[in-house]
């Protein structure tokens, strides 16, 4: 047995069951711990929707603790467990294996938290949480087939350096892949970032990559690898990130990204409201649509209800964000816009909120209110 499951075999039902936030959900104003939060955890301005690749200064950020000092000239990724050859590597060692870069979309599991009724209390995003980076690092399969994994093997345990309490449980930020997924030849191991190092709060030194799931898989600030014969159950795995409709659990593991679309707000804000002012005539409308169930296969713009195709650019990346655009020819008046976008598996956002209890994967189709003058 691993020191994971030793240390965790003892967490009663009742813990396992419990929110992961400070209460239930809420109907009224935000609280000053939702607004601490979302001053810790940025989001994306909409307008970076511009942008195939986001600047990184402009990504989202989510840090669930402090972000851990690193010393890169000591640090080292250890690799051990259910393995027959225990690792230790420097990031000499890892920047001089095979080198890949590739642009992924990497959003937080809460993106759009703050707009479900009632708000489920945590980090209180509305659209943002999302961004597209060009990442370099190196693929972990051949770093996992090195080490030797055993036969009875049945998941990977990333777990990173920054630490301390949520839900009345203390640990090191930790997540589990199975072996299956950890070896999929898109999973790396990231040391930079837009064609520099990463940045403190992006995981510096380096930080997993899982493309095609929601961001809390790609672990940042990654000390170790540990292979484990059973099921992991820290807290971020087993009671954090999972749909539930109520506070007893388990409920199922939030794991890929809804499918989604953002437009790029049109016009100018309202500072206070940020309500769009456009003028009459032509008003060229864009934005991006990306899955990781598949690939965006039809982006559609609602405008006062009434839904219209959207040009579709190819991809990014394989696991990154399609470009659409359309022409709107805008009245005066008062109008709403909305995107949505289908993918390769058949989803499609809806209109309305899939409410749960933690408040994830809430890809209800953005609404933006435009006066038109």
């Known amino acids: ?3 994971y499951q030793l240390k965790h075999r003892h967490r009663s039902t009742a813990a396992t069951q419990a929110s992961p936030h400070a209460g239930g959900p809420s109907s009224g104003p935000l609280t000053s711990e939702e607004l601490q939060l979302a001053g810790r955890n940025h989001s994306m ?14 990504h989202y950020i989510l840090t669930h603790f402090d972000i851990p000092h690193i010393d890169a000239e000591t640090w080292s990724l250890r690799i051990g467990g259910a393995v027959s050859r225990e690792i230790e590597l420097s990031l000499d060692d890892i920047m001089a294996r095979p080198a890949v870069t590739t642009p992924v979309t990497l959003e937080c599991a809460g ?43 049945v ?61 809390m898989a790609s672990v940042k600030w990654l000390a170790s690898i540990e292979a484990v014969t059973g099921r992991f ?34 016009g100018i804000p309202d500072f206070f409201t940020r309500k769009r002012v456009v003028e009459a005539g032509p008003v060229m409308l864009r934005g991006r649509a990306w899955s990781g169930h598949g690939e965006i296969e039809r982006v559609e713009v609602g405008i006062d209800g009434e839904w219209m195709p959207a040009n579709l650019d190819p991809p990014a990346g394989d696991f990154a964000w399609s470009g659409w655009s359309m022409v709107w020819l805008a009245t005066p008046g008062e109008h ?12 499609l956002q ?8 933690q408040g994830m ?10 006066t038109v003058r």
Request: glycine share 12%; net charge negative.
């Open 233 to 266: 159950e820290g807290f971020q795995q087993a009671v954090a990130y999972h749909y539930l409709q109520g506070p007893e659990g388990p409920g199922l593991p939030v794991t890929r990204i809804r499918v989604r679309s953002l437009m790029v707000p049109p």
């Open 155 to 215: 998941e990977l345990v990333f777990t990173g350096a920054d630490y301390g309490i949520q839900g009345g449980t203390e640990e090191p930020f930790a997540r589990s892949l199975t072996v299956a997924e950890a070896m999929r030849p898109e999973v790396m191991l990231v040391y930079g970032m837009n064609g520099s190092p990463l940045p403190p709060q992006h995981g510096f030194p380096l930080r997993l990559l899982v493309p095609g799931w929601y961001g």
């Open 336 to 347: 709403e816009l909305r995107c949505r976008a289908m993918d390769s598996s058949g989803a």
């Open 350 to 357: 809806q209109t309305t909120q899939v409410w749960n209890y």
């Open 111 to 153: 993106n759009g938290r703050s707009l479900l009724k009632p708000r489920p209390l945590s980090t209180p995003w509305v659209l943002g949480a999302v961004g597209t980076a060009s990442w370099t690092g190196t693929p972990l399969a051949p770093i996992l087939a090195s080490s030797g994994l055993a036969d009875d093997a």
């Open 1 to 3: 047995m691993s020191r």
């Open 361 to 370: 994967g809430n890809n209800m189709a953005q609404l933006v209110h435009v």
């Open 45 to 58: 301005p909409l307008e970076a929707l511009r942008e195939d690749i986001t600047p990184a200064g402009l």
